[in-house]
Nanobody, 115 residues
Framework: QVQLVESGGGSVQAGGSLRLSCAAS????????MGWFRQAPGKEREFVAS??????YYSDSVKGRFTISRDNTKNTVYLQMNSLKPEDTAVYYC??????????WGQGTQVTVSS
């Protein structure tokens, strides 16, 4: 059974930084796409970033401010978030996608950015 556990959320002032972590268990995830979505109150869940092998992808809203990385020896993916803005406030969800395009989700971690 695949399990994803996020950590690292919290509250920060605008311009600050946070690093999210997502630890995966139950599989060897090196060949999985892993990434992050987020959902703000009253809005739909939206894509933030993903990584497969060394290929990274970002939404336009976070490009240049967020960096996704992974450590396959630890089955962990990270999201370094810099220059945070109030509009980045959301619950951030880690996901993993296998070769059959099945998605697995973490429970989410809250990020709050105050102005």
């Amino acid at each position: 059974q695949v399990q994803l556990v996020e950590s690292g959320g919290g509250s920060v002032q605008a311009g600050g930084s946070l690093r999210l972590s997502c630890a995966a268990s139950g599989r060897t995830f090196s060949s999985y796409t892993m990434g992050w979505f987020r959902q703000a109150p009253g809005k739909e869940r939206e894509f933030v970033a993903s990584i497969l092998w060394s290929n990274t992808y970002y939404s336009d809203s976070v490009k240049g401010r967020f960096t996704i990385s992974r450590d396959n020896t630890k089955n962990t993916v990270y999201l370094q978030m810099n220059s945070l803005k109030p509009e980045d406030t959301a619950v951030y969800y880690c996901y993993a996608q296998d070769q059959r395009l099945r998605n697995y989700w973490g429970q989410g971690t809250q990020v709050t950015v105050s102005s």
